[in-house]
């Protein structure tokens, strides 16, 4: 799977969501999937980011995708819910889901961690991924193919002195996965998560100020395993929880 080979139009026709599509593994994600063919959703909330994607992907000549601002943060149940309807308005299907946004603020001791702090992580890590695919589920369940992506990390599996809320949430988010790819196994729909590992981005610079960014696999180094989890090769993969990079 790390060295795996996508076919050019892999993503033919399909409706692809990625939360925090903005930067980093979601801007990769995106440009990877449209490459092969996918109608992209680029869901974010800086729009002069998701802007600057859907410009790179119509660069390309990927599908016209489409942009939703949103906020996980201070996002509802109804808000969720109305994006949903959306996508079914405009598109009528949806074919695959990234969830790749994620908030981190401080590495810190448990004992500091704020309350403020810790509902912010919950929120746009946990909860917002349970109340969107809440919503999506029906547009999912009614493809015949399906994929719902979560975004794991090394301290969701192994926890780790001083990475607080946000390793718990990935704890969380594991468990969420392993629940929905268990209840979805006899659907058309599956459901994994993806170890990004030590990647180039803005997240992992804030985590560790000062490592050589160099030494880091880049966002788009680490795409082959985003292809094959949406795509029709991985349809007997599910309530797998894969690194995307092999671990030293």
């Known amino acids: 799977m790390l060295d795996y080979h996508a076919a050019p139009n892999l993503l033919a026709e399909k409706v692809i969501l990625i939360t925090g599509a903005g930067d980093g593994i979601g801007r990769e994600a995106a440009l990877h999937y449209g490459a092969h063919g996918a109608t992209v959703v680029l869901l974010g909330k800086t729009v002069k980011k998701l802007e600057a994607v859907y410009d790179e992907l119509q660069a390309q000549g990927s599908p016209e995708p489409a942009i939703i601002p949103l906020d996980l943060n201070g996002a509802t149940k109804t808000h969720y819910q109305d994006l949903a309807a959306t996508l079914k308005q405009q598109f009528g299907r949806l074919d695959g889901v990234l969830f790749n946004a994620s908030h981190f603020s401080v590495l810190g001791p448990f004992e500091m961690i704020g309350e403020e702090e810790w509902d912010e992580v919950m929120q746009v890590n946990l909860k917002s991924q349970f109340l969107l695919t809440q919503a999506l589920l029906p547009l999912l369940k009614a493809t015949a193919d399906s994929s719902i992506i979560f975004t794991s990390s090394g301290v969701g599996k192994q926890g780790r002195a001083y990475w607080g809320s946000y390793a718990i949430s990935k704890f969380a988010t594991e468990g969420m996965m392993q629940v929905l790819a268990d209840e979805l196994s006899n659907t058309s729909t599956r459901v994994n998560c993806i170890n990004p590992g030590a990647t ?35 349809l007997k993969v599910n309530g797998q929880s894969i690194d995307a990079q092999a671990i030293k």
């Open 200 to 234: 180039r981005t803005d997240m992992r610079a804030r985590a560790y100020p000062g490592e050589d960014a160099n030494t880091l696999r880049t966002p788009a180094e680490i795409m082959p395993l985003y292809l094959y989890l949406m795509g029709h090769d991985s």
